[in-house]
């Protein structure tokens, strides 16, 4: 099959293109061809050996694609044949407690496509049968492949640990970025008002076309005032931030008192400095979050087809352009998601 690999870490130029050994599906899993696969920030931190430094090469990258069930393996029924499908990149034992309880993201055998085994980039993938969600009907391959990894984690902060009400202003930060795309319109869904925080006028007019209540710039000096200022002197009530050390400062000043705050990345850094008296004085809750519950899936794939949801793919690339697709991603230069066509 044709893929694109890593050999080594690196930047954007370890990326290969080339034939990989066309994968083979075990019992309780299938085969997809792939017709296409979307890029995440993860990607990134597996190329560059910061999400996975035991990586056994060659790798293939790429968390999230949709595609055509092609195969499947012993304990499958064969009516999954020619599905058309999206697939829930996290992978759990199926058997634990976790599992068992609906937090499979808790799982102590838990993985990602393209971080824990072999992904997306690649015309074909074998996952577990459970990672299987259908295509919602209204929306083509490249949309389809846009959302899950995305929309599984933004709905768990927006839902399952902010649970965020009806009126409450929500800050989104990095409202340009996938998660940031998909935590605004969830936030709406919801009822919230939204405050979309990026770092371009173009991407804020983007994501006020998006549904934005308001919009700052947090480029800007003084952003978080700007965010108090647009509260009533409040603050926001919530927070989805994957920003990092750049902006976590401000990310605490601008929330109110009592607020929550829910960290699902660190874009720009790991190690950021924290204002420990705003946290215990102010009363702040700060929830970490990785994914979400498969069953989560599920839903929003409903709301995609019933047109609540929307994709938002900013750029498609075939395959073979993985490595532009890399610098697109790392430079911000797009609105949304990234996808390569495969097929």
């Not at 996290?90 to 058997?95: D, M, N, V």
């Not at 498969?294 to 839903?299: C, D, I, P, V």
Request: net charge neutral; charged share 25%; proline share 5%.
């Amino acid at each position: 099959m044709r893929a694109v690999y890593i050999e080594g870490f690196g930047g954007p130029e370890v990326l290969r293109v080339g034939a990989r050994p066309d994968p083979e599906p075990g019992p309780g899993e299938v085969r997809v061809r792939l017709l296409a696969a979307a890029l995440n920030h993860l990607d990134l931190w597996v190329r560059r050996g910061v999400a996975n430094p035991r990586l056994r090469f060659p790798h293939v990258l790429g968390a999230d694609g949709a595609g055509v069930v092609d195969a499947v393996g012993p304990g499958v029924d064969e009516v999954l044949l020619d599905e058309e499908v999206v697939l829930n990149p996290g992978i759990s034992c199926g058997h634990c407690e976790a599992c068992l309880s609906g937090a499979d993201n808790l799982c102590p055998a838990y993985g990602i496509l393209g971080e824990h085994r072999s992904g997306t980039y690649a015309e074909y993938v074998v996952i577990p049968r459970a990672n299987l969600v259908k295509k919602p009907k209204n929306l083509s391959f490249e949309e389809a492949a846009s959302f899950p990894l995305a929309f599984l984690t933004a709905w768990q902060m927006v839902v399952d640990k902010l649970r965020v009400q009806p009126g409450e202003h929500v800050l989104v930060m990095a409202a340009g970025s996938g998660v940031g795309v998909a935590a605004l319109q969830i936030a709406k869904l919801f009822g919230a008002r939204v405050i979309a925080a990026a770092g371009s006028e173009e991407k804020l007019e983007l994501a006020r076309e998006l549904g934005a209540d308001e919009t700052v710039n947090y480029r800007e000096e003084g952003w978080h005032r700007r965010v108090r200022d647009l509260t009533g002197g409040r603050g926001a009530d919530a927070v989805a931030d994957s920003t990092g050390r750049d902006f976590w400062e401000g990310v605490i000043k601008a929330t109110r008192s009592g607020g929550r705050i829910a960290l699902v990345g660190a874009t720009s850094g790991y190690e950021a400095p924290t204002p420990l008296a705003h946290v215990f004085f102010r009363q702040l809750t700060i929830y970490g979050s990785t994914m979400a519950s498969k069953s989560r899936l599920f839903k929003i794939a409903r709301f995609f087809e019933e047109g609540r949801l929307r994709p938002v793919v900013g750029r498609v690339l075939p395959l073979e352009d993985a490595a532009l697709a890399h610098r697109l991603l790392e430079d911000r230069k797009v609105f949304g998601k990234v996808v390569l066509r495969v097929s």
